[in-house]
């Protein structure tokens, strides 16, 4: 049995819950890792570049690859598609590396179904939802009716952390960041029922 194992980590949260900064932090501690690229069909923000934040296709393309069946997950979030394309996802796995979504709450569920064995999956969030909502309107980024669009999902996204293995509060974000690296480290440890299996009939035929 090989004693480097694939293995999956999910990260949700809502927007401005500090997903991508704490993933930055730790990002060289990981070890060696896939971060999982979204493919979306909503617009190119300015400082986005294809293929490091995401894979920009139209609606087009997407529908294309979704009855492929393309897609580990997909969802249509605030009118534009959004999904994770699965061949680089089993390519990571097969090299052992801890692979990493920062996917919502749908997409969440949809590889609970398909990896649930291998993934670890963590909910991050400010401490309140008047935190979330500062941490929005100082981005600067947004339109007030994005903004309110965003927080009426977290209020929805909310309710279901219980859905996850870990609630973590991003208030200070070194002491998030710390908690998040043991976590990751701790979800390379899962095995798969496979893997399992396998070493169930090995140690029993010694």
């Known amino acids: 049995m090989s004693c ?23 990002f060289d501690d990981l070890g060696n890792c896939y971060f ?11 400082g986005e570049e294809e293929g490091v934040h995401y894979h920009f296709v139209s609606e087009e ?9 393309h897609f ?6 605030h009118g534009n598609y959004y999904g994770t394309s ?35 999956s963590v909910f991050i969030t400010p401490p309140s939802l008047s935190e979330l909502e500062r941490r929005l309107r100082n981005r600067s980024t947004d339109e007030d009716e994005v903004i309110e669009r965003r927080l009426k999902m977290a209020r929805k996204e909310i309710q279901r ?9 991003n208030d200070d974000l070194d002491e998030a960041a710390a908690k998040l690296l ?3 480290k701790t979800a390379r440890l899962k095995k798969s029922n496979e893997e399992i299996n396998e070493f169930v009939n090995q140690w029993e035929d010694l």
């Open 61 to 69: 393309e997407f529908k294309k690859d979704i009855e492929d069946d």
């Open 36 to 46: 999982s690229i979204s493919t979306t069909t909503r617009p190119m923000r300015a």
């Open 182 to 184: 043991m976590i990751a």
């Open 72 to 77: 580990l997950e997909y969802a249509l979030v």
């Open 86 to 120: 699965i061949k680089p996802v089993k390519k990571a796995l097969s090299e052992g590396k801890l692979v990493i979504f920062d996917i919502d709450v749908q997409g969440n569920t949809a590889v609970q179904n398909r990896l649930g064995d291998i993934t670890t």
């Open 4 to 26: 480097v194992n694939g293995a999956v980590l999910v990260l949700s949260g809502p927007s401005g819950a500090g997903k991508s900064s704490l993933i930055n932090k730790i």
């Open 161 to 169: 952390v219980s859905e996850y293995e870990y609630l973590l509060i």
